[in-house]
């Protein structure tokens, strides 16, 4: 007897929790995103993104990566850019308009640099503020608009820009800001 009353409550609150999900999929909201971007901070790269069923759907948290080897000419560099963000959409089905943050990592290695050998490294951190608009259901186009500050170690960057290009940062400050923005494509599911 017991036996049938526990599986009667379960099966009972498993089709509820059914019929729940049911009407809260009636949106078709597409949770998981993969975006490719180019622009700043990350150059070009991957953007992924899951909409939370959290707070009507209207937060997504993200993460981008962007790996490009030999960015700059006559040398042999690899710089990358690892992020991580939140977006906030002013519609519950997580798309259309919204507001992000973002902090993020660009690291650039030199190896060598006009057939010298290098050891050069430094590293940039962003701290990001955007707003955009995701237009699409499955297929879609992404659109960013946005203001960064930007931290890094003035000793090492004038290294590198100086055994780079020959210029020196002046006067020596040891963050930037500057508008940024991106575009790209995605498919969401």
């Known amino acids: 007897m017991i036996k049938k009353v526990v599986v009667g ?26 975006s490719l971007l180019g622009g700043l901070p990350r150059i070009g790269g991957l953007q992924a993104e899951y909409v939370l069923p959290l707070a009507n759907n209207h937060i997504g948290i993200k993460a981008d990566v962007s790996v490009l080897p030999n960015l700059f000419p006559d040398s042999k560099t690899f710089t990358r850019y690892t992020g991580l963000g ?23 290695r030199a190896d060598e640099i006009e057939n010298d050998i290098v050891d050069l490294d430094v590293r940039f951190n962003w701290w990001s503020s955007q707003i955009g608009i995701k237009t699409g259901k499955r297929l879609f186009f992404r659109f960013e ?35 940024n923005g991106s575009i790209g494509f995605g498919y969401a599911f």
């Open 86 to 108: 939140v977006n906030t959409y002013l519609n519950k089905t997580g798309s259309g308009p919204y507001a992000g943050l973002s902090y993020g990592t660009l690291c650039i």
């Open 9 to 34: 409550l379960l099966l009972s609150g498993t089709a509820l929790s059914g019929y729940g999900q049911i009407g809260h999929d009636s949106l078709e909201i597409n949770r998981y995103r993969i």
């Open 145 to 179: 608009l946005g203001y960064s500050l930007i931290y890094y170690d003035v000793d090492k960057a004038n290294e590198f820009l100086n055994e780079t290009y020959g210029v020196e940062i002046k006067p020596t400050i040891n963050f930037l800001h500057f508008p």
